[in-house]
Structure formats: structure tokens, C-alpha cells
């Protein structure tokens, strides 16, 4: 069955950085667009970031763009998100997905990953 693992979180300081890795497995990575949605306290799941199947094409919320990255690695069957000058809206629970397209995510959910920021 399918399944995606997160992994990465933590607490970070204001300003730092952290990469947040999702491996998948349970089905054939290559051939499915994947998205990072967070869950920040208080507050609904929202799409963070998009990437199609073989990575030519990336898609960010506004609140993120410059600010956070997002790869895969197909031999690896893994997608990657690299966040950059961490504030403390980033904290949240942070997912992968495979995805259909920007905002239609494929269920089911990973477990998620948590980081802080906070000093």
C-alpha cells in the first residue's frame, strides 16, 4: 500500500534552516506529481509547495516563494523540502502527498513531520 514517511523536524531558531525529506514507497514515485502542505496551529492544511513528476516544474504558495524549495529524487523515492530564514508562521505540521495537481492532493496522508521555530 502506499505509504509516505516525513522526516526532518524539530525545533529551529528564527532565521535558520531546515530540510524536511518524505519518503514514499507502495507505489511507482516517478510517475506522480507531489506537494508539502503544512498545518500551522489553529489553522486548516494548506499547500506549500508542488512538484510534477520529473521535477521540470515547481509551484509555491506565495507566503513561501524564495523561501522554501522543493526536489525529488527519483532513485531515491524521495521528495525534499529545503526552508530558508524559518519564522515562526512556519511552525506546523508539515505532510507530502502525491499530488494531481496544485491543491488536489492524492490520499492518503503521511504522519507529517513538526518543527518549531522559536527561540
Known amino acids: 500500500q502506499v505509504q509516505l514517511v516525513e522526516s526532518g523536524g524539530g525545533l529551529v531558531q528564527p532565521g535558520g534552516s531546515l530540510r524536511l525529506s518524505c519518503v514514499a514507497s507502495?507505489?511507482?514515485?516517478?510517475?506522480?506529481?507531489m506537494s508539502w502542505y503544512r498545518q500551522a496551529p489553529g489553522k486548516e492544511r494548506e499547500v506549500v509547495a508542488f512538484i510534477c513528476s520529473d521535477g521540470g516544474s515547481k509551484n509555491y504558495a506565495d507566503t513561501v516563494e524564495g523561501q522554501f524549495t522543493i526536489s525529488r529524487d527519483t532513485a531515491k523515492n524521495t521528495v525534499y523540502l529545503e526552508m530558508n530564514i524559518l519564522i515562526y508562521e512556519d511552525t506546523g505540521v508539515y505532510s507530502c502527498?502525491?499530488?494531481?495537481?496544485?491543491?488536489?492532493?492524492?490520499?492518503?496522508w503521511g504522519q507529517g513531520t513538526q518543527f518549531t521555530v522559536s527561540s
Open positions: 502527498i502525491r499530488t494531481i495537481m496544485w491543491g488536489r492532493p492524492l490520499h492518503p
Open positions: 507502495g507505489y511507482t514515485f516517478s510517475i506522480y506529481a
